[in-house]
């Protein structure tokens, strides 16, 4: 059972940054691949970063590759996304998540414990 709280939302204007955090409950979270996703109002959920249990690989939606850094501390049992360059259409609710099984994965369904989510705003 993995219990899962993410931090660090807010508002920013475009082209400002902003790094959310997850810490998560656990004995072995390095044994959990960890993912962010978002969902902005009207749309559905949707996939923005990646990372491995180990942290030794992360992968990217091509919306935010160059912007978003995803990382991972593992004595610390937590994940960041560091966000950078934030545009109007990052606005979203943003979703820190667990998959069991070390090996990333991009689909929601794949991930079994999700966060609370954080709301990030960017303004023009």
């Known amino acids: 059972q993995v219990q899962l709280v993410e931090s660090g939302g807010g508002l920013v204007q475009t082209g400002g940054s902003l790094r959310l955090s997850c810490a998560a409950s656990?004995?072995?979270?390095?044994?959990?691949?960890m993912g962010w996703f978002r969902q902005a109002p009207g749309k559905e959920r949707e996939f923005v970063a990646t990372?491995?249990?180990?942290?030794?690989?992360?992968y990217y939606a091509d919306s935010v590759r160059g912007r978003f850094t995803i990382g991972r501390d593992n004595a610390k049992n937590t994940v960041s996304l560091q966000m950078n360059s934030l545009k109007s259409e990052d606005t979203a609710v943003y979703y820190c998540?667990?998959?069991?099984?070390?090996?990333?994965?991009?689909?929601?369904?794949?991930?079994?414990?999700w966060g609370q989510g954080t709301q990030v705003t960017v303004s023009s």
């Open positions: 998540a667990a998959k069991s099984g070390a090996a990333y994965y991009i689909r929601a369904s794949g991930f079994g414990y």
């Open positions: 656990g004995r072995t979270f390095s044994s959990y691949a």
């Open positions: 990372i491995t249990g180990s942290g030794s690989s992360t």
